[in-house]
Structure formats: C-alpha cells, structure tokens
C-alpha cells in the first residue's frame, strides 16, 4: 500500500508536495484578504464612529428625558460589539498554523459570523415582540429630538455600513456585521418616519408596522446568512460544488481502479479540501496516478488541499464505502 499524504495545510503552498505536479495553486491564506491592514482600520473606524454615536445618544437622552433615545444607544452599543467581535475574528484569522491549530485560525471568522448572526435573529425576534405589543398599545413620542437624533443616528450608521461594505463581499464575517449596521440604520428610518407621522398627524399604527417589517427583513437575510456558516462548522461540502462530478472526474483518471472514503469539506471560508483513498489499477506509476488525480482536482474544482491515500491492486481496504468511514 502507497500511502501519500500530501499536508500541505497552513503553508504558502509555493513549493511542490511529494512531487505533485498537479498542484496547480500556489496561493497562500493571504489570497482573498489583498488588503487586510486596510480592511481592519476600516472596522476600528467604524467601531469609533459607533461608539461616539452611543455616548452622544445617552446625553441626548439624559438631556431630552426620552429612554427611547436611550435605548436606541444600547443597541448602538451592540453594534460596536458586533463590530469589536468581527474585527478580533479578522486579527485571530490571520495567524499562520501552530501546534495548538494545525489547520490554522482562520475559522475564527466563521465562529464571529456565527456569532453576530445568532444576536440578529434575537433583535429581530425582540423587534417583531415590541411591534407586536405596540399594535395592541400604540407608543409615544417624546418631541421631535428624537427625530432628530435617530436622523444623525442614520447617518453614522450609513457611514459605519459603507466602511465594512466592501469587506463584506468575501467574508461571512463581515457580512453579519454589516448586516448588524444595515439593521440598526433601518430601525433608524423606522424611527423618523414612524416619529414624523405621529408628531404630525397622529397616525400611530405606522410604527408598529415598520418595526415588524424591519424584524422580518432581519430574520430573512440572517436565515440566508447563517446556513452558510453552519454548514462550514459541520464541514459540509461545499453548495457550489457537485459531488457526483468530483467522483465521475476522479474514477475518470488513467490508472484509477477506484475511490473510497472520500471527504469534501470547508477548511476556512474560501479554502475547499478534500481526503480519499484511490485504488489503483496497476497500469501507471503511482506518482503519476497521483499528479494527474490532483491536477482534475485544481483545475476543475479549485481543490488545492488534497490528502490522496494510494492502494495498490489487490491490497484496497476491505470497506470501500465511498463517501466517509
């Protein structure tokens, strides 16, 4: 039995792993973050910014006696922590494999997605709880500062979004804190509009109604978020890759008898791996069975992490279950 475990998790993936030519990528963990310095000045900009709103909302309140000025502060506090937590996941992310993670840290960002994504759906059920309760008993508004305040407060969460915009296209991470700033900037506009009608006409149903819109757009996009990340902590295969193409390509393979045991998973966010035993069937070099296995796997798949367990004819293991043990 040939047995060929090519580790290359963790390294820069520059040089060549037990003479896999296949090896078609030589991207590091660095590749999808160009610009993480600055990423992370972005995030501690928008953590700042977060943290001014907060302080000047809690004098306003104090000032104005309106505890919904108050209240809306605490959720901008929440918001800094979303972010702080994002920003921590970011930082821990970037540290290289050691003996502690061999596989390194980068799912420290899908823990924070987690995270952030898990206290969303709790505003959002809190939210859909508080306009239900003010359908049934219509709140008041306390004078128009805190139209006022929740107008600043919408600007500087609209800043705040537009500084982890970017950085949330590719990272889960990102995303849930984005969505934390979208979501407070929403309840910002829910205020204005809500507030502005009930000062002017005394139209008080609007509020209620806007708040449990706000819920339920906040409940959706978590939903849409979270699975993402769930299925990574399962280390489910990837959506967007077919598994059944992995097997039709591999067993395709000149001097592939056939494939056993075969694990598809997540190991960070953007980094696919992929474990198997592969029998061969005597009519090419092991080497070369094992380079061409791995060039289908990169070029077709963009699976770079590979660890390929080599049985020669006639010494194949005795369970040959194909997917898992």
Not at 90 to 101: H, L, S, W, Y
Not at 143 to 157: E, F, K, Q, S, T
Request: aromatic share 6%; charged share 20%; with cysteine.
């Amino acid at each position: 039995m040939a047995d060929d475990h090519n580790h290359d998790h963790g390294h820069d993936h520059k040089h060549d792993h037990g003479g896999g030519k296949g090896h078609g990528h030589g991207h590091g963990h660095h590749h999808h973050h160009p610009d993480l310095d600055g990423g992370d000045k972005r995030v501690v900009a928008a953590v700042v910014v977060n943290i001014l709103l907060t302080l000047a909302q809690i004098v306003a309140g104090v000032i104005s006696g309106s505890l919904a000025l108050v209240a809306d502060a605490i959720h901008n506090l929440s918001d800094a922590l979303s972010l702080v937590i994002a920003f921590f996941a970011r930082r821990i992310g970037k540290r290289p494999a050691d003996e502690t993670m061999t596989f390194g840290y980068g799912r420290a960002e899908v823990v924070a997605a987690l995270i952030n994504y898990t206290t969303l759906i709790v505003v959002a059920v809190y939210l859909a709880a508080e306009g239900v309760q003010r359908l049934f008993n219509p709140a008041e508004v306390e004078g128009w500062i805190v139209v006022v305040v929740a107008a600043v407060a919408l600007l500087i969460d609209t800043v705040t979004a537009l500084l982890v915009f970017r950085l949330s296209k590719e990272s889960a991470n990102m995303r849930a804190a984005f969505l934390h700033n979208v979501a407070d900037a929403m309840g910002s506009v829910a205020v204005i509009v809500g507030g502005t009608l009930i000062l002017l006409y005394d139209w008080r149903l609007v509020d209620p109604i806007v708040t449990l819109l706000i819920s339920g757009y906040i409940l959706w996009h978590s939903w849409q978020g979270i699975m993402p990340v769930i299925r990574i902590l399962m280390l489910a295969s990837p959506e967007d890759t077919n598994l059944d193409q992995v097997l039709d390509s591999l067993r395709a393979v000149e001097g592939v008898d056939s494939v056993h045991h075969l694990h598809l998973w997540r190991m960070q966010e953007h980094e696919v791996a992929l474990d198997t035993h592969v029998v061969l069937d005597g009519s090419h070099p092991a080497e070369v069975v094992k380079a061409s296995v791995k060039q289908v796997l990169s070029s077709r798949f963009d699976i770079s992490h590979t660890v390929l367990e080599l049985e020669e004819p006639g010494a194949q293991c005795m369970d040959q279950q194909v997917i898992g043990h």
